[in-house]
């Protein structure tokens, strides 16, 4: 009996996915990789003290939670901040450590990356999001970076209110709280928006090496027969012209790029060309978020994929957004490689 035929590649540019409130809702859960994340399964660097001490805070604020039995089911006195916020660089473990906290919660909660609320907001109204999220024992934020003014006034005033309910947040970034948004912005009067934000969490450094990178001097893998590996993948597959994927972007929102990559294995990049635009690298990062959390394999030509954000880029304000999307890249061109 002769094997089956390899399916073929379909585009990436084809796909115009709906998103609405209520499918939003749902996909407020971590992503699949840490789906059963503990903090039995996190296994800290003995070189970096700071991820012992991370591990140990989060089983604090994990039991320092008051009232008809609290968050986790104990009754103890609460913490002195209603928030933790683990800050660190790329692949050190914050979102493991964040989705563990979730895993350990009792009731209804939530996790989500910050545009995935920003845009629950744009999608349902801000008085809706509230009233949805209120009351909710935990509220889960990853990668909270601020690129943009109204968003920093729009989840300050969303977390007063939530925490005012009794609701208790957790938040990684790779930016001290209080720090969000120097460098960016310098209008005065979101400044002390920060500043309150910045007061509702017990901020946690987490020092280490980038696990995705620790073992290796690896960079983003480059395919000489990009059609030929994409055939060799078992699921669903697409392949597109770089240059067109960044245009397709451009006409999606970024919060629908989760449906761009539901129920594939691999996608296939032709071209790969380095970023000229920093809209379209934000639009990019965004993406490769969604790939990463899906645990889509990439399989590109050209350009390697750590190379594609310039220098100049890599100097200015997104310089970290850029970072983290590069090492998600150098994990997800590498899947499946000895």
């Given amino acids: 009996m002769s094997a089956p035929a390899p399916t073929t590649p379909s585009r990436l540019v084809d796909r115009n996915p709906g998103l609405s409130g209520d499918e939003m809702v749902q996909q407020l859960v971590p992503p699949r990789q840490f789906a059963t994340a503990s903090l039995d399964s996190y296994r800290p660097d003995r070189d970096y003290p700071s991820q012992g001490a991370a591990v140990a805070a989060i089983r604090t604020f994990a039991t320092g939670f008051a009232g008809g039995g609290g968050l986790f089911g104990r009754r103890k006195q609460q913490v002195a901040k209603p928030g933790i916020y683990l800050d ?127 073992d290796t001097d690896a960079h983003a893998r480059v395919s000489s027969d990009v059609p030929g590996e994409l055939a060799e993948v078992d699921g669903a597959t697409t392949l597109d012209n770089f240059t067109d994927v960044l245009a397709h972007l451009a006409q999606v929102h970024p919060s629908r790029y989760v449906g761009l990559v539901d129920s594939l294995a691999a996608v296939g990049l032709s071209g790969v060309s380095v970023l000229t635009s920093q809209t379209d690298a934000l639009r990019f990062v965004a993406f490769v978020d969604r790939l990463y959390d899906a645990q889509v394999r990439v399989i590109a030509d050209g350009v390697p994929l750590d190379a594609i954000f310039p220098e100049d880029m890599l100097s200015g304000g997104y310089r970290k957004k850029y970072l983290r999307a590069t090492s998600r890249l150098v994990a997800l061109t590498n899947m499946g490689q000895p």
Wanted: contains cysteine; neutral net charge.
């Fill in 88 to 214: 660190g660089g790329f692949g050190v473990g914050k979102t493991h450590l964040l989705a563990a906290l979730w895993n350990m919660a009792r009731g209804r909660k939530y996790f989500g990356t910050f545009i995935e609320y920003t845009a629950l907001v744009g999608a349902l109204g801000y008085a809706e999001t509230v009233a949805l999220l209120r009351g909710a024992s935990l509220v889960c934020i990853d990668e909270f970076e601020l690129d943009d003014p109204g968003d920093t006034r729009l989840m300050a005033r969303l977390l007063g209110e939530l925490v005012a309910s009794g609701t208790r947040i957790a938040a990684t970034s790779n930016t001290p709280p209080n720090a969000l948004g120097e460098g960016r912005f310098a209008a005065q009067d979101f400044l002390r928006e920060i500043d309150s934000l910045a007061a509702k969490f017990e901020t946690l450094r987490i020092d280490g090496l980038d696990y995705r990178r620790r």
